[in-house]
Each structure stands twice: as structure tokens, then as C-alpha cells.
């Protein structure tokens, strides 16, 4: 290690173990990862905000189909680019000692697309369909699914899912988030 952690203050990173998941170990690791999208850059400065393209990049996101919204929703600016911190928030989220709580409600914001506090069958059919081809599912399976899902628990029958129906939904589902 070494060299690599000068920049960060020992006092960081008890600060950063604190507020997050994330062990000493992984913080440094979570370091050299985020420094890996432009080391130059993020050795001339520790706040830079990397833009989404680049974060995208790193194993832990390249093939995950989520990756640009998991940028969006991570990021503290709201503009996709990821600061240091917020990328440390996001491997803290996705670290196996995270609570249930803190994944639920970062999986709710990353499948409400639009942002609008629902997940509404549109935003249903937009995820499913990133995760499966359509050739593999065609449209009526699609719109079978979704009715499967709201009949299960859409509660006030408002056509979508509230946060704390996608809660209950999800507290069906112990395998969700493996
Ligand atoms: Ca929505
Ligand atoms: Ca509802």
C-alpha cells in the first residue's frame, strides 16, 4: 500500500469506517479503485467528482445494467459524477454488512426512474427489460409480470408501488439482494 494512501489522512479514515459498512481494509481498497478511473486527476485533487463514464468502468459496475442509474442515484450533486465520498457510500451500500434497511431503500430510488417517489408499472417494465431480452419476454409475459407484482402488493390499488409496498414486496423475496 504504501504510497498509494498518502494523500488520505489517517484521521479520514477512521472518520470514513464510522460513517460507513465499509472495514479500514475495504476503505483503502474502495481508494485505489476510485483513484484507478484517473489517477492523475484524483492525485491533483481529492474532491474531483468523476463523471458517471468513468465510474462505469470499474469491474463492480461494468456489467451490472443498473450501473448509469446507480451513478445517478449516488451522486450527491445529482448531475451522475461521483465524488470519492460517494463512491465510498455506494461500495458501503453494496458491502455485504450493510443493513437490510439502508439496500431497500437504495434498490426503491435506483428502480424509481423517474423519480417520483412510485415505482409505477412504467418503471417495471423499464427494469425488467434491462434485465431480460425481449425476445426473451415477450410483451404480454411483461405485462403478466407487472400485474403479478401489483396484484401481490399494490395495497391501495393506486396502480403502483409506494415505498413501503416495494418494502413489503421485497420482504417476500429474502433472496433479492443476492
Ligand atoms: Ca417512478
Ligand atoms: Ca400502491
Keep these: 500500500m504504501g504510497s498509494k494512501i498518502t494523500r488520505l489522512s489517517e484521521d479520514k479514515f477512521d472518520e470514513y469506517s464510522e460513517l460507513t459498512y465499509l472495514s479500514r481494509k475495504e476503505i483503502i481498497r474502495a481508494y485505489d479503485k476510485f483513484k484507478s478511473c484517473d489517477p492523475i486527476e484524483f492525485s491533483?485533487?481529492?474532491?474531483?467528482?468523476?463523471?458517471?463514464?468513468?465510474?462505469?468502468?470499474?469491474?463492480?459496475?461494468?456489467?451490472?445494467?443498473?450501473?448509469?442509474r446507480i451513478c445517478d442515484v449516488f451522486s450527491s450533486e445529482k448531475d451522475g459524477k461521483i465524488s470519492f465520498e460517494d463512491f465510498l457510500d455506494m461500495m458501503s451500500c453494496f458491502c455485504e454488512r450493510a443493513s437490510r434497511d439502508v439496500k431497500v431503500d437504495y434498490a426503491f430510488r435506483i428502480f424509481d426512474l423517474n423519480?417520483?417517489?412510485?415505482?409505477?408499472?412504467?418503471?417495471?417494465?423499464?427494469?425488467i427489460s434491462k434485465l431480460i431480452s425481449p425476445h426473451e419476454l415477450p410483451e404480454e409475459h411483461l405485462q403478466c409480470i407487472i400485474g403479478?407484482?401489483?396484484?401481490?402488493?399494490?395495497?391501495?390499488?393506486?396502480?403502483?408501488?409506494?415505498?413501503?409496498?416495494?418494502?413489503?414486496?421485497?420482504?417476500?423475496?429474502?433472496?433479492?439482494?443476492?
Excluded at 423519480?115 to 427494469?127: A, R, V
Excluded at 395495497?155 to 429474502?174: C, R, T, V, W, Y
Design 44 to 68: 491533483n485533487n481529492l474532491d474531483v467528482r468523476f463523471a458517471r463514464e468513468k465510474i462505469m468502468m470499474l469491474p463492480e459496475l461494468r456489467v451490472n445494467p443498473f450501473a448509469k
Design 115 to 127: 423519480d417520483d417517489d412510485y415505482i409505477s408499472p412504467e418503471d417495471m417494465k423499464l427494469i
Design 148 to 178: 403479478n407484482i401489483l396484484i401481490e402488493s399494490d395495497m391501495d390499488n393506486d396502480g403502483q408501488l409506494s415505498f413501503a409496498e416495494f418494502q413489503h414486496l421485497i420482504s417476500k423475496s429474502p433472496d433479492f439482494f443476492k
